[in-house]
């Protein structure tokens, strides 16, 4: 089909041509104006993620990136069929993590990667068409593969990082220590050993299941239930604000399901709409009922407010993800009635194998502990995962895999005038030298008393050359490795 003549208003608003059309099916209105529903929903859901990520650390104004990358987020969610609006929210999202860099969270920068991978699939498509205007559906259709793959192998990996020694350990054990803190704060279940000790295993079966279940068609919307309501519950743990790792999942989730979702949603948003005009027009009738029921409805609102400052502290968990979190789960469960006879789509059919690149990244990422590489960012996180010293407690993954020497060779800090370096002898925790030179080429502490390969060592910043070892460094390296810190003894701790 030919392609024709557009301004550039229409290239970046999808005005006039069917994507259907290119693949030579006969589609009908119907199912491609459901198909850009399900664009325009996961673009909201896609910019509400990176609220929720904001809003765990305050950082809507912490500088002008994120006061920006707010601003484009809420742009997006009120035009989400701009293309221009979406291209602006990932080069921010993108330039964000790239100055977080190496201190990124998992799912931040898992949203990197997609972000990447949309950017892809947009070029690839100029390209192939030969145009900048790119149907919306298609560039769905073209990405949501891709995406769904490296969701999945970030559940391998969250699965497969636990199977060691210290996840299984009832002492140090995340999945413990993670139902102990959320049990003393909400007092809800028992904290019987035996409970605490079932959790591990609890934790990694449902990990296992989630990605599992998804992946078939037959049982994808039990997997999806099961990962929505896993999520929900694990936000509100207090050890960290994990509503942003689960609103990425929640809008990576949707990238699995039927147009029938987005129908759903979009039919009771248009339901609403419709009952707030109807109230509307009541309340607006002066009346002695209208004006008391308007009174109490404030004063209850107020008395709600002061009620949940007196016994909450953070109101991004407990009210906003509620009613997020909750909102979303309920109106999958509706929409879970109706069957899409003709989503005939396949699950991970990529288009060409250079779009692979991005979901390879993603594997590659999750497989750095093992190659000697990063133990921070990989998502390894709160897996109780040691591989550092030439030792490791992964049951399967021996350290003969370390092909790369960064995590064999170790610092056991003797005494030091920094603060940070004298907690980690005092604790008698150990670093590895890549993060160890790091840290003192960034902060150039007075003195450092340490041992590295079984030799003692001292550096003092008033007499260091600038070629001494621990001022050098690669730019990029420093930039996308990091390592964590590990206890002397073997022990690994819950930790990020």
């Known amino acids: 089909m030919g392609i024709p003549l557009l301004s550039f208003k229409q290239a970046f608003t999808a005005q006039d041509i069917n994507y259907y059309s290119f ?20 673009c909201c859901l896609w910019a509400i993620a990176s609220i929720f990520h904001m809003a765990n650390f305050n950082g809507f104004s912490i500088n002008l990136t994120f006061f920006l990358l707010t601003t484009a987020a809420i742009a997006l969610i009120a035009k989400p069929s701009s293309t221009v609006r ?3 929210f990932i080069s921010l999202q993108m330039y964000q993590a790239a100055t977080d860099l190496p201190r990124i969270s998992n799912h931040w920068i898992l949203f ?41 192998v970030l559940y391998i990996f969250a699965v497969f990082h636990k199977l060691n020694a210290g996840f299984f350990d009832t002492d140090a054990s995340c999945a413990v220590q993670f139902l102990m803190l959320q049990n003393n704060y909400y007092n809800i279940l028992p904290s019987s050993k035996t409970l605490l000790a079932l959790n591990i295993y609890f934790t990694l079966l449902v990990e296992t299941l989630i990605p599992l279940l998804i992946c078939f068609r037959k049982t994808r919307y039990i997997g999806i239930l099961l990962g929505l309501v896993f999520h929900c519950v ?49 309340l ?35 009210v906003l993800w509620t009613g997020y979190s909750v909102s979303f789960i309920v109106i999958f469960m509706l929409s879970m009635r109706t069957k899409d006879k003709s989503d005939n789509t396949r699950t991970f059919s990529f288009a060409h194998y250079s779009l692979l690149l991005f979901p390879i990244l993603v594997f590659l990422n999750g497989l750095c502990p093992y190659l000697g590489l990063k133990t921070e960012s990989s998502y390894a996180m709160f897996s109780n995962l040691r591989t550092e010293g030439g030792v490791t407690n992964h049951y399967i993954v021996p350290t003969s895999t370390q092909i790369f020497d960064y995590q064999k060779d170790v610092v056991e800090i003797v005494a030091s005038s920094d603060p940070y370096l004298l907690s980690l002898a005092q604790k008698g925790k150990l670093l590895v030298f890549f993060e160890f030179r790091k840290h003192v080429k960034k902060n ?10 079984g030799q003692r060592k001292t550096f003092e910043s008033s007499k260091a050359s600038a070629t001494d070892e621990l001022l050098q460094g690669s730019y990029v390296l420093d930039k996308v490795l990091r390592f964590r810190t590990f206890y002397k003894d073997g022990v690994q701790e819950c930790t990020h």
């Open 23 to 42: 693949l030579k099916e006969t589609a009908s209105p119907e199912k491609y104006a459901s198909s850009q529903l399900k664009y325009k929903i996961f």
């Open 86 to 88: 979406l291209l602006i």
């Open 112 to 152: 990197t990667f997609v972000n990447f991978t949309i950017i892809q699939s947009y070029v690839y498509l100029i390209i192939k068409r030969k145009s900048f205007y790119i149907d919306k559906v298609e560039l769905l259709n073209t990405f949501a593969p891709l995406v769904r793959m490296e969701l999945i």
């Open 234 to 282: 694990l936000a509100y743990n207090p050890l960290n604000g994990f509503y942003d790792f689960s609103a990425t999942v929640f809008a990576l989730y949707f990238l699995f399901t039927s147009t029938s979702f987005s129908n759903k949603i979009h039919s009771l948003y248009q339901k609403a709409l419709q009952r707030k005009s109807v109230l509307k027009k009541r």
């Open 284 to 318: 607006l009738q002066f009346n002695l009922v209208n004006f008391a029921l308007f009174s109490l409805s404030i004063l209850f609102l107020l008395f709600l407010i002061n009620i949940y400052t007196r016994v909450f502290q953070d109101y991004f968990r407990h």
């Open 444 to 453: 150039l502490p007075a003195s450092i008393t340490y041992i590295r390969n």
